[in-house]
């Protein structure tokens, strides 16, 4: 069995949505300064390219999360890995994902970070398979809702790989 990549969306749409997704949270924020919040491995690279376009004064960290049991209905319990190294408290803080799939992941990490009185709190993830959710998040800011596929790239992985793609690709596992 070997993988296939076919492209999605190039690294020149990516780019391009990026820089709009930057100019509206530097219009949304303006005058404040926002702490963004990255949770590991996949949503960094995004976090990388935004954080570049947003003309406001911004501060970063990162979060890694596991979650338990997906397989299980009853899910929905996630084990922080890492926590944040700095207190959001009063900080218009800004969670970065690669991609919101069932949901699971960000309902809990939203729910977590609002109990630590943020000023305010919001969600930018750069893709969206809006199909697949299961519990219901709210997505503030949204790269590309996509389909139902597996998607690596930009950070989304596939057993570790094709991280570094600098597009989204599809993957499609072939008999060869
Ligand atoms: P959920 O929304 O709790 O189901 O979890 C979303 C997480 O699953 C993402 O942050 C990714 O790490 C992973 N994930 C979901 N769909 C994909 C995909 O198409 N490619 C790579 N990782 C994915
Ligand atoms: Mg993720």
């Not at 976090?47 to 049991?69: H, T």
């Amino acid at each position: 069995m070997a993988e296939k990549i076919s492209v999605l969306l190039s690294e020149e749409e990516v780019d391009k949505r990026i820089s709009e997704i930057g100019e509206q949270i530097t219009k949304d924020y303006a005058g404040k300064e926002v702490h963004l919040i990255c949770v590991l491995k996949g949503g960094s690279f995004f976090m990388c390219e935004l954080a570049k376009r947003i003309n406001l004064p911004v501060s970063i960290d990162f979060m890694s999360v596991s979650s338990y049991g997906l397989d299980t209905k009853s899910s929905g319990v996630v084990k922080i890995i890492k926590d944040l190294d700095d207190s959001i408290k009063d900080k218009h803080v800004i969670v970065i994902e690669d991609i919101v799939d069932s949901g699971r992941t960000l309902s809990y990490l939203l729910n977590n970070l609002n109990d630590r009185k943020p000023a305010s709190l919001a969600l930018c993830t750069l893709l969206d398979k809006p199909e697949r959710r299961v519990v219901e998040v709210e997505v503030d800011y949204t790269g590309f809702q996509i389909p139902d596929k597996f998607v690596v790239g930009y950070g989304l992985d596939y057993a570790q790989k094709y991280r570094t793609l600098p597009y989204i690709g599809i993957v499609e596992i072939t008999e060869d």
